[in-house]
């Protein structure tokens, strides 16, 4: 629901769905059920609650079975809200927001917002515990569930999808615009950030509101979508993005297609692009070929820069040190850029 999961139980006898209550909002990721129990077992965890099994059903007070041993540290300081965006066509956005208790609004606050927006899958509720740092430092994690995705359901999939994808790349726009208007950042302190299909999410953005943010993060990203289909992987993404085949495919892809909207002469804000060499799904070439354009175009001054794990592919087979250290890097850029003292380079 908006990314929210929820827990009813259907009676057997064929009456309503009966709503279970959790002791928190979030997702749920399993699920298990016992003839000889009564409720269920149900895993769930949200953005500031780690994850959890809890014995619920119709009735009963939840329970925590206290199968997963807590983290060690306080993350009572941390809440979230989840709000709504409206985009261009009135359609109501649904945005994730975390941070710090006491967070104060004034404009200033270094925010990472996420995005991706296809093939119909949700960014469910996951406990930030790599954002820690982040949010105690007085920063904003925000998640966007735009169209695209799969928050409500295949039409929310099918709304952002080959003629319709620019509903994805106008959503997150539309959720970055929330976000500097009701105060808790400012385009010099915002980052876009979206990953392999999300590339097309904060490509567009970039090209289409290079004022809106100080900093774009395009990880293992879909930069060059009309070439692609000419990659390894290209053709089993044809159902998702189109074809250069048809002409409706290639107005779809051409739409977009980050790479070709790119003006000569642009402020662009400072760009951090990341691929591994061995991505079976995102050819490294379309990273490169971004890279290259945007530092050809740019007039603002700030940095491009290409970031190549040579030791890694699409991200699914990397150790939790990469993963730390990517994350750690793209911190310090988007701190860098937001003018922090502590992240200026030495000179």
């Keep these: 629901?908006?990314?929210?999961?929820?827990?009813?139980?259907?009676?057997?006898?064929?009456?309503?769905?009966?709503?279970?209550?959790?002791?928190?909002?979030?997702?749920?990721?399993?699920?298990?059920?016992?003839?000889?129990?009564?409720?269920?077992?149900?895993?769930?965890?949200?953005?500031?609650?780690?994850?959890?099994?809890?014995?619920?059903?119709?009735?009963?007070?939840?329970?925590?079975?206290?199968?997963?041993?807590?983290?060690?540290?306080?993350?009572?300081?941390?809440?979230?809200?989840e709000v709504k965006a409206p985009a261009v066509d009135g359609t109501m956005i649904p945005l994730s927001i975390v941070y710090k208790r006491g967070l104060q609004k004034d404009g200033?606050?270094?925010?990472?917002?996420?995005?991706?927006?296809?093939?119909?899958?949700?960014?469910?509720?996951?406990?930030?515990?790599r954002f820690i740092p982040w949010l105690m430092r007085g920063g904003v994690f925000a998640i966007s569930h735009i169209r695209g995705?799969?928050?409500?359901?295949?039409?929310?999939?099918?709304?952002?999808?080959?003629?319709?994808?620019?509903?994805?790349?106008?959503?997150?726009?539309?959720?970055?615009?929330?976000?500097?208007?009701?105060?808790?950042?400012?385009?010099?302190?915002?980052?876009?950030?979206?990953?392999?299909?999300g590339g097309i999410t904060v490509g567009g953005a970039l090209t289409q509101r290079p004022d809106l943010f100080a900093v774009i993060l395009?990880?293992?990203?879909?930069?060059?979508?009309?070439?692609?289909?000419?990659?390894?992987?290209?053709?089993?993404?044809?159902?998702?993005?189109?074809?250069?085949?048809?002409?409706?495919?290639?107005?779809?892809?051409?739409?977009?297609?980050?790479?070709?909207?790119v003006k000569d002469g642009t402020p662009y804000p400072a760009v951090m692009l990341t691929t591994g060499i061995n991505d079976p799904r995102v050819d490294s070439w379309q990273a490169a070929k971004m890279a290259a354009r945007l530092q050809a175009a740019t007039s603002s001054g700030k940095p491009i820069l290409l970031r190549v794990d040579y030791d890694a592919g699409h991200g699914f087979g990397s150790g939790r040190a990469q993963r730390d250290q990517l994350l750690s890097d793209e911190q310090s850029f988007a701190l860098w850029q937001f003018g922090d003292a502590g992240f200026q380079p030495k000179r």
Excluded at 1 to 20: M, N, S, T, Y
Excluded at 108 to 129: C, K, M, Q, V
Aim: aromatic content about 10%; charged content about 20%.
């Design 149 to 197: 995705g799969g928050e409500y359901g295949e039409d929310w999939h099918n709304a952002g999808r080959k003629l319709t994808k620019q509903n994805t790349i106008g959503d997150f726009i539309a959720c970055a615009a929330y976000l500097v208007k009701n105060k808790y950042t400012s385009p010099a302190h915002l980052a876009g950030e979206g990953g392999s299909a």
């Design 1 to 81: 629901d908006g990314g929210i999961g929820r827990l009813a139980r259907v009676p057997f006898d064929g009456g309503k769905p009966e709503p279970v209550s959790l002791p928190f909002e979030g997702s749920i990721a399993e699920m298990f059920v016992n003839p000889r129990d009564p409720g269920a077992w149900v895993m769930t965890e949200s953005w500031v609650q780690p994850p959890m099994y809890l014995r619920a059903g119709t009735g009963m007070k939840s329970t925590d079975l206290q199968l997963i041993p807590k983290p060690d540290f306080d993350y009572s300081e941390l809440e979230s809200v």
């Design 218 to 261: 395009d990880d293992v990203g879909e930069s060059d979508v009309l070439r692609a289909e000419t990659s390894a992987n290209g053709p089993p993404n044809i159902p998702e993005f189109g074809s250069t085949k048809t002409e409706e495919g290639f107005k779809g892809l051409y739409g977009m297609d980050a790479y070709v909207h």
């Design 108 to 129: 200033a606050r270094p925010t990472f917002l996420e995005g991706y927006g296809s093939y119909g899958i949700t960014l469910d509720p996951t406990f930030a515990a």
